[in-house]
Every structure is written in C-alpha cells, then in structure tokens.
C-alpha cells in the first residue's frame, strides 16, 4: 500500500547534500572552524529527519545511523569549506536543488511517518518538519532565529501542503510510486513559483495600511 | 489509582489557547510573517507537552498527532495575530489565565509520567517541564535567553511544589480527582502571590552588598 | 563481552559535577537567578547523556530518572553559585577535570550506544553527543553559538577519536575494561595536548594567506 518511490534514493541523497551546503554556507559566514562546519552540514541536511525519527519513534535515528546519509551530509560540509566563493555564486542553482529536496523530503517524511502508525495528523506534521527541520536545526545552532519563521518566499507552506497531499492519498488508497511523483513535482514547482514571484506569507499586521498612525 | 480529572480536558485546552498567545505575542513583537506566528503559537502551546511525551516515550506526541490540541494552539495564534493591540491591553488577564494553566499542565504532565512508569524522579521532572516547556522552546525558536531562566517572579517553582506534591501523593496512594485539583489549586494561588508581590528567587550572588567593592 | 568499567560510578559523577560547574558559571555571568544556575549546571552537566539517551530510545533519560546524578549536578550549580569568584580562579584545574569527564563520557555514552543495539555508526555518534552534548545544551539555553563549533582547541575532535575506538574494540571482540581505561585515558591526553598547545581545527578557509586580497 505504501509505496517504494523508485526515484527515492537517489533524490534524498541530493536533498542532504544540498541542505548541507546550506549548513556549511552558514558555518563558513560565522567563521566556524572545520569541525563547525561540518556539524552544521550535517544538522542542515540531516536535522529534519532527526526530528522526525525523533518523534514517530525511529530509533536510532538514520542521521546518526546511516553511514551514507552522514557520508553525503559530511560531503556538502567539505565542498563548501573548499570551493565556497565559487558556490556563493552558483546560490541560484543551489536554490532550485534546495526546491527539490524540500519537495522530496516533505514527501518521503510523511511516508515514513504513515508507515510508523503515527496517523495522518502527526504524518502531515512530519513530513513538514522533515522538509524544513534541517534549516531549523541549522539557525539554531549559529544562534540566529529560524529562516523560515520569518520573511522569506513561502517556504514550510509548499513542504505542507505536500505532505497533507501525501497523507489524504494515502487514506484515500491513492498513494502510489506515481501519485508520489505527482505530489514531488506539485511542491516543487510551488517553491520555484515562490520564488520566481517573490510569494511571502502574510507578514505582521501591524505593518499594513491601517496603522499609518505609527511610525517607524 | 491513577484519577481522571474530571475537569481536565477543558482546562488542558485553556491551558494550551493561553500558552499560544505567549506565543503568538513573541512572534508579533518579532515581526513574524503569519507562519511564524502559528508556529511560536503551536511551540508555546503544545512545546512542554511535546518534551514530557519524547521523555517518557509517548510517541507521537500529542502536539503532533492531536488536532484538536493543535487546533486550539493554532487559534491562539490566530486570535494574537488578529487582536494583539487588544490582546496586549489584557495582559493582565491573560497573565493569570497563564498561571492556571501553568498549575494544570505541571500536575497532568505529572501524572502522564506515572502512567508511563516513568518513576517519581522522572514525573516531577516531566511535570515541571510540562509547565514551563512551551516558554522555553517559544524563546528559543526567537533566539531570546528563556525567560523562566533569569529574573522573573517565581515560575518554575511553583510547578516544581505542583510536580512533586502530585508524585508523592500518588506515591501514599493518594491521588484521586479531589487532591489533584488541590494541588491544582496550590499552584495557581502560589503563582497569583509571587505575580502580586513580585517575589523572586535569589538573584546572582554578586549582586549582594557584600560585594559592594564592585562597581556596574 | 561489554564491559563493566570499575572506575565508572564515581568518575561519571565527578563528570557530572565539573559539567555543572561550566554551566553553573556560565549562568552566573548571564546573572540568572539561583533557578537559572541549577537548570544550566543540570544542562551542562547531564546534557550530553539526556540527548544520548533520547537518540538510542533509552527512556527516561537518566538526565530526569537518576536522583543521583541529578543531586550531583544540582550540587555544581550551587557551588558555583556561592563559591564562582574562588571556582573562577580555579579554573586551571577545572579545565583539567573536564578532560577528564570529557573522555570518560565518550567512552561510556559509546558503551551504552552499542548496548542499545544502535550500530556502531550510531554508537559513535552518540558517544561524542555524549561528551559535547552538555555544552551545547548549556549554550543554547544561554542563546550562544555553542563554543565546540567555532576557534576553540580541539574539543570535539578527542571525543570522536576515542567513541570511534571503543566501537571498533567492541567490533573486535577486544573492548574489556582495560581496553576501555586506555582509551579514557588516550582521549584524557589528547585534550590536555590540545590544551597545552592551543591545537586548533583549521579555521575559515578565507582568513588564509591566499585570501589576502580581501579586506575586512
């Protein structure tokens, strides 16, 4: 019933070692040392599944587990400890590939968290934290509040709608290799279009129109 | 031997809608887009609940898997973010909501622990961050120092008192419905004195007149 | 075939107890109140094992369930509440005693990995959580980049040399408690030749001489 994304392993290994420059663009701009930079790599890419593993009860999670999950963050963390001026400037790139492993992870973090008998709910929940734990894990190691809590192009809301698709079609028996597909490619074309138009959620009230009474 | 409060279930939610305009109150201040603002909502509702069941093993956490929990933390955010300017004119009010809920979730987070086996030592310890948890993840999700660590009318102590005189009650075999709302009772009054008299626990020990040869 | 270390109670206590004083000192500087001191010596001092025991499914933490060791942080905290400015000055051989506790928790929290039937990746992994863990979790609750992760000697480094070899001694057929006594004591010198020669993990890759077109 649940599906085997025949596209998984491949993808979810280019979602770490994304996330992970991530982590590693972080350490390298706070002037982190080597081991620094690696331990962010690693919380960038692999924090997100920490957290879910964490709460269905995946024990010991694979981001302490999986040799070639740590292999591939540890990786991300080494290229941009190297070649980070030149990866600074292929960040556009790196945005869209980021895209695509939110999209993915959101997806497969749901999975697991259906085939953990965690239920819908807390499946949804999951899938979200698998796509956006890793840059959450990430800020709060450099000591900086979470990105996505903040302005930014919409970000967590793409990963969740996602993984509440994922979770309904799975209730539904709908949930194949195919329709997985299907929801990767929804998410991952909504972050572009984020992107591409500069999409924010709603900010603070206080900002619009009807408090021009306040200044500053 | 382990008592249903019969109370309970309203409360826990008056607790969890109360902690989520903390949270949705920090998240305003920060300038938080809307997300953000749901989220230091869910945090500050449902945080201490979310430590107390990864520290005992209930897994998935009821901040994850209950919607109506979450719905209600969710509507706490959604409340702040409409209403703050009225919202912060009640601060009193919402102040002492706060420590009725601080009351219920440390002697619930309790008595969750019991019934997990988790022993006595432990379900204090889970009580108590029961009570105080979702401040603190909320301060940390704002990369603020938590606010129940430094100066501060008494907060965490009367959920201690609360924590522990639920675990050795049940340890005398004497916990039912009717002690467990006195202690309920206790820790809301102990809160109420420590907000109007503005009590403290000690401050750093420099700042004692015997070290009056210091200058700042 | 794992072993029973003979020097282990006591050494995790004293472990505990200078791991508490780094957090005992560090909430004195941050001028918590007296709660804020014994929360961050409990952080620093059982902070490492909470996180370990949470990633193996070793439930309830010690960190909550062990009335002993929890005395023994508390104990740290409050003596470095009434005694820091003396403590401050001792702080050579706190240093020194933290090595220590450094290497024995490495080599225990490994122990403990692999009787939980992590895998030796996860092991090693959990065995260095164990040693850095309290630090990290005293930084982030004071809403500081945690000290292991930027200049500082290495720290780290040790820790992961010697979770790595008392599980690959275990994989060996080879870890009994005079195995795991040299590795203690291995990563015990480590630190201190670290501390003695302000070895360092290399630093940002931009701060070398090849950068020097750079200004700022």
Redesign the interface.
């Known amino acids: 019933m649940i599906p085997e994304l025949p596209f998984e392993p491949a993808m979810e290994l280019a979602g770490i070692f994304v996330g992970a420059l991530s982590g590693g663009l972080a350490?390298?701009r706070?002037?982190?040392?080597?081991?620094?930079v690696l331990?962010?790599a690693w919380a960038a890419g692999l924090g997100g599944g920490l957290m879910r593993d964490?709460?269905?009860?995946a024990?010991?999670?694979v981001a302490?587990?999986?040799?070639l999950f740590?292999a591939t963050a540890l990786a991300g963390g080494v290229a941009m400890?190297?070649f980070?001026?030149r990866l600074e400037r292929a960040r556009r790139m790196i945005a869209v590939l980021d895209a695509g492993s939110l999209a993915l992870f959101a997806v497969v973090g749901t999975i697991k968290?259906l085939q953990y008998d965690?239920?819908v709910?807390?499946a949804i929940?999951?899938g979200t934290i698998t796509g956006v734990g890793g840059g959450?894990l990430r800020d709060?190691?450099?000591?900086?509040?979470?990105a996505?809590?903040?302005?930014?192009e919409l970000y967590?809301?793409p990963a969740l709608v996602g993984a509440a698709a994922t979770a309904l079609l799975w209730e539904g028996g709908l949930l194949t290799s195919g329709t997985s597909a299907v929801v990767v490619a929804v998410v991952f074309g909504l972050r572009l279009i984020a992107m591409r138009f500069h999409l924010?959620?709603?900010?603070?009230?206080?900002?619009r129109p009807r408090s021009r009474s306040r200044s500053g």
Chains 1, 2, 3 share one sequence.
């Open positions: 350490a390298v706070k002037k982190f040392d080597v081991f620094g331990v962010l964490v709460l269905i009860g024990i010991p999670p302490i587990a999986d040799w740590i400890y190297f980070h001026p968290g965690s239920g709910v807390a929940f999951v959450v709060l190691l450099s000591a900086e509040v979470p996505v809590l903040h302005h930014r967590a809301i924010n959620a709603p900010g603070p009230w206080q900002e």
